[in-house]
């Protein structure tokens, strides 16, 4: 996978070129700042896993949805910053292999879980009495277990790209590249447009629904105390269609830019410029951080307990304070 700067320079994930002298054309990502990114996703993600195991209160169906998210955006910094840096430095072919299919690893999981996450929420708000009947904990375990042996078909891709190197000759890379061809293309439509499409389609049918409940409330003569509650249900239901929207917002703002470069590289018109290309490759990581504060600071019972941790560990504790008035 290849592309060409403006300068002419042949950059490459897969390390075609492993034998140049120059060695200014990896992708020259700085070593602090990754450190200091792969800090944060560890910390972060593993937080939140963390936390829903630890309390029996948040190991809700919905939360193992999340926390399985969690697992997989931890796995970026501890596997895949490593290995990116570890390709930038050394342009060894394998390891740039690796980083590769990792990532792409990492793009299939990360759409996958959004899109259980979103099918989780739409049966919660169109079937609410219904919801505990239908996403029976072992059915969510079962669809998850689903979702990680999908995201891990993309390494398929080791069977054909492992054994690169410098000394292939042209002639034997022609059936390697349209092998990559093939599967790149299928990745797109399967594992972006498809989730896109049918994510868009629930988040939108979702938020209608919303809409109309609220108007409905607004029109009828309701009890008070009964419109009071309605609506406090109304902001809890509104707040998790809109975190289902603003992570797949996300993922199209940190992933959309790679793909598009993909298909660049597919064509052979990749000509970007070195800056451009770099920030594409920050962007993609990007997303294992804003996703779990994403889900943390929006969802009702995780930031609750999160307030409560903080209020515990990080701050003058009021004698007052208990666990229950945070829960």
């Known amino acids: 996978m290849s592309y060409q700067t403006e300068k002419g320079e042949n950059m490459t994930d897969l390390g075609e070129n492993m034998g140049s002298e120059n060695q200014d054309y990896g992708i020259p990502l700085d070593t602090i700042p990754a450190i200091v990114i792969m800090v944060l996703i560890l910390v972060i993600n593993s937080g939140v896993i963390l936390l829903i195991s630890y309390y029996s209160s948040l190991r809700t169906s919905s939360n193992i949805i999340l926390a399985s998210l969690a697992v997989s955006d931890f796995l970026v910094g501890l596997v895949g910053i490593p290995l990116l840096v570890a390709c930038s430095s050394t342009l060894i072919s394998s390891i740039c292999v690796s980083s590769y299919t990792f990532f792409t690893f990492m793009a299939l999981s990360t759409v996958l879980h ?66 990559e061809t093939i599967l790149f293309l299928f990745n797109i439509v399967m594992f972006f447009l498809v989730p896109l499409i049918v994510m868009i389609v629930l988040d939108v049918h979702m938020l209608l629904l919303l809409r109309r409940q609220c108007q409905r409330i607004a029109r009828e003569n309701l009890p008070t105390e009964f419109v009071k509650r309605e609506k406090k249900l109304q902001r809890r239901r509104r707040r998790a269609v809109l975190t289902c929207v603003l992570l797949l917002t996300l993922y199209v703002i940190f992933w959309l830019p790679y793909f598009i470069l993909e298909i660049l590289q597919q064509n052979h018109q990749g000509q970007l410029p070195k800056q451009v290309v770099i920030i ?39 004698e007052n304070d208990s666990p229950e008035k945070f829960v």
């Open 280 to 318: 594409i490759y920050y962007l993609r990581i990007f997303t294992s951080v804003f996703n779990p504060l994403t889900y943390t600071l929006r969802k009702y019972d995780l930031k609750k307990k999160a307030k409560y941790i903080v209020r515990k560990f990080f701050c003058c504790r009021n």
């Open 114 to 179: 959004i899109t259980v996450m979103t099918c989780d929420r739409y049966i919660y708000i169109m079937w609410a009495l219904r919801y505990c009947e239908i996403v029976r904990r072992g059915r969510v375990l079962t669809v998850l277990g689903l979702t990680w042996f999908l995201s891990l078909s993309s390494l398929i891709r080791l069977w054909w790209t492992w054994n690169i190197n410098v000394q292939t000759a042209e002639e034997d890379l022609a059936p390697m590249r349209q092998k």
